[in-house]
């Protein structure tokens, strides 16, 4: 297994401090131990994986899940916990340039479904995933950002029939909001979860339905022949009409080789407080329970959670050393006092990062893999994978079982092309970073 990333990012440092791991614990599930087979095989244990594998198992198809850690190790596990709008960076005026009105309409239709199918999938299974916030709702971080997020939020109204709150700066202590801002729009979709538990549910779900799911069984080579793919992990070996790649960010350039890049990890980083006294909210302004973000590249991201704790995460970060992630807990916890500076005093005493994923053409992948008989992947969701990252694996569950129950538009089929630089294309963030650090200014 070939990983263009430092090794230091692919094991338990990152995560060794995160609040969602030390306060939602999963149990282990073993590893894959002699030889199994299945109708589909998937790796990844996270959002895509094991929506894909609910929707399988509960049709009846024998499937088996590998992931090389545990159940939420990766992105599932370590996210803001927003399920909202997106999947794509790129913006909808070249969308539509590029793939024209009908496409671009459906895409959009696609990021709503994402949150309305995560809000059913909870909702229907009663799953306590400590669901709070109507909607989100984004900061200006500018005065001149201000006209921009009102005009985006128009946009998404246009779309949506919703209608949006714009809330100006001299009312935002009232309205809860009390920060470093100059502005806000709150969009009425999406919501606020825990994803350590809702991924846990997710598991638990797909076992009772019939799925098998193996950690600590890291797949070291595929291998197609006969009509079958050919996994081997450790202590085992996997054999699966159809395979499924669901590792996002934390892909490798080998398994299989179709990977090679054709994705860019991207990191992102949160940290989270002690509860919070109503004496301390009240000093600061920041009494609402809806999750937000502010207008910069390099987004802010943060949400006051439902147990009086404050979640702060922040995009950015290159290299993906030891070294370096202590250096981001300086920088971010630099970042959240600046922006809510009556809580310079209260300690974050979690903190961890992991990766986002990018595609060149930033918009997601959902789909088979073209010229590989019985493969499919989903990757790149942009940051937003609890919601659009669900539905993907949902999405390739419906191709396998050869339905149409759910909108899989034609833009997130369309393979993505390969960045340039190869294992170094990492190289390629530098300028683009100092770019939007100089535009966040």
Sequence with gaps: MTRICD?????????????????????????LDGAATAEVAIIGAGFTGLNAALRLAQNAVPVAVLDAKQIGWGASGRNGGFCCLGGAMLSEPKM?????????????MT????????DRLATEASWDVDRHSHGETLLAHKPGAMADIVAEAAKVDSHFG?????IEKDALRENGLGGEFHGAVTLPVGFALNPRKYVSAL???????GAEIYGDSPVSAVVHENGHWCLSTPQGHLRAKKLIIATNGYSS????????????PAQSSIIVTRKLSPEELAAQGWTSAQMA??????????????????LFGMRGGI?????????????????FDRLFPAWRQVESPWFHTGFVCLSRDMTPFAGAVPGHEGLYAAFAFHGNGVAMGSYAGALLAEDILGRKALLHPDIMRRTPRHFPLGRFRRLLMYPAYVGFELSDL
């Design 319 to 335: 290299t993906t050393t030891q070294g370096v992630h202590e250096r981001i807990r300086y920088k971010i916890r630099a970042h």
């Design 162 to 166: 919703t209608a949006s709150t714009v």
């Design 111 to 118: 990021e709503r479904a994402a949150v309305d199918f995560v």
């Design 253 to 264: 350039e080998t398994v299989p080789t179709w990977m090679a890049g054709r994705y860019l």
């Design 96 to 108: 539509r340039k590029t793939f024209g009105q009908d496409a671009t309409r459906d895409f959009l």
């Design 293 to 310: 973000y502010d207008s910069r590249d390099l987004l802010h991201y943060f949400r006051l959670m439902p147990d009086g704790r404050f």
């Design 7 to 31: 090794s230091f990012a692919y094991g338990d440092g990152p995560i060794s401090e995160s609040f969602w791991a030390d306060t939602v614990p999963i149990a282990p599930r073993p590893s």
């Design 203 to 209: 598991a638990d779900a797909c076992e009772e339905a």
